[in-house]
């Protein structure tokens, strides 16, 4: 079984260093959410469902500059990482 959240970030990240404008990445269910984080958030234009294994990803660009600059997966499964919810930073409106 292969991790397909791993593959979205890492082909995520070669897009951004290649400033590329859309990317496909494999769909499941944590990578639709993650998207859905990152378009309200406001570092990506929009994404949309492909088909059942992939979604394309439009990036937001500033000034010729894409807004995300790298992903960085912190906990995986060879490391888990545990924090508490009083640790998270939450963006204020």
């Not at 490391?79 to 009083?86: F, G």
Request: charged share 30%; with cysteine; glycine share 2%.
């Amino acid at each position: 079984m292969s991790d397909n959240f791993t593959k979205a970030v890492a082909i995520i990240n070669d897009a951004i260093i290649k400033r590329m404008q859309k990317v496909k990445v494999p769909k499941s269910r944590l990578v639709e959410l993650f998207l859905i984080y990152l378009s309200k958030q406001g570092f990506i234009d929009s994404f949309f469902v492909l088909n059942d294994t992939m979604c394309v990803v439009y990036f937001r660009f500033v000034n010729n500059s894409c807004l995300l600059k790298k992903i960085v997966r912190i906990s995986k499964p060879s490391r888990r990482v545990y924090i508490s919810y009083k640790d998270l930073k939450l963006k204020k409106k």
